[in-house]
């Protein structure tokens, strides 16, 4: 059965997109923010799978993207039309990057200095989604002031983005590119 059966509606030609539950607001609310910088992370990480650099890195953006599926469904249902059973971020999504950081951290070994976001094509894109990843953390803390989104959206944000981080460098490491350290 197709979810999706037409994909021009002219609903939001009037400035509004519908909520899960049917709530419409305005295009340029806090929680549509939040939501549409996810989505454009979801696009930035797609962008760094396309380029092909590594099977393993592969695998975990693609488990990431779908996890910012369910963060993205999560923050388009207002807390009152959530119900139990609908996609949202777990415990065990958080407890996951983390433990990607500290094996990665292992395999890599600690930082001594700051280093320039780049690298190769796959290390820069995911650098870039790891800005795009804080940009979204920030409109989810702001969208958290005004209405009640998930207990673990921003902790979940928080630690991607520092797994971003750290699959950069690993992306980089596997492909031979050597980090520039920021010169004081």
């Excluded at 396309?50 to 393993?56: F, I, V, Y």
């Excluded at 415990?91 to 433990?99: D, M, R, T």
Aim: hydrophobic residues 40%; glycine residues 10%; aromatic residues 4%.
């Amino acid at each position: 059965m197709a979810r999706l059966t037409k994909i021009v509606t002219r609903t939001g030609d009037d400035g509004t997109t519908g909520l899960a539950g049917g709530k419409r607001v305005s295009k340029d609310s806090p929680r549509i923010w939040a939501v549409g910088t996810v989505d454009e992370l979801n696009s930035a990480i797609g962008l760094a799978r396309s380029l092909r650099a590594d099977p393993d890195l592969d695998v975990r953006l693609r488990e990431i993207q779908n996890d910012l599926f369910n963060l993205g469904a999560e923050l388009a249902t207002p807390a009152d039309k959530f119900q139990k059973g609908m996609p949202c971020i777990e415990q065990q999504h958080v407890a996951g990057l983390e433990e990607l950081v500290e094996e990665l951290t292992k395999e890599l070994g600690p930082l001594k200095e700051f280093i320039l976001p780049g690298g190769g094509p796959s290390g820069a894109q995911l650098h870039v989604a790891r800005t795009i990843c804080r940009r979204a953390e920030r409109f989810c803390v702001r969208l958290r002031k005004e209405e009640k989104i998930g207990e673990l959206v921003v902790p979940y944000l928080n630690r991607l983005s520092d797994a971003l981080f750290m699959l950069a460098r690993w992306s980089n490491q596997k492909a031979g590119v050597k980090e520039a350290h920021w010169k004081k």
